[in-house]
């Protein structure tokens, strides 16, 4: 008896997760998504950078590697402007 009252006990926990509401949380976060995507193009210019020489290098907890080009904010693009390792461009 005491084996079978467990068994009940654990479908009822299985019955309490699968009918716990997860569809509304779900589309709920995909809307904010997508408006904040949407709010990120309009914002304004974007800026990026480029590691031209070197390995890797760390700037800003944003780790470079040579050729790959990054999205960087707008002070971080200043002070890699000035440094003769990186290409910078804004768009």
Known sequence: MTAAKKEQGKDTVEDTNQTQ???PNEQGKGASDKSKEQAVETVG???Y???ERGKTFDVGG???KVGEEKEVTESLHSRLANNALFSVRKE
Do not use: E, G, S
Request: aromatic share 16%; no cysteine; proline share 17%.
């Open 21 to 23: 509401p997860d569809a």
């Open 45 to 47: 210019p974007q800026y």
């Open 49 to 51: 950078a480029t590691l």
């Open 62 to 64: 944003i780790v470079f």
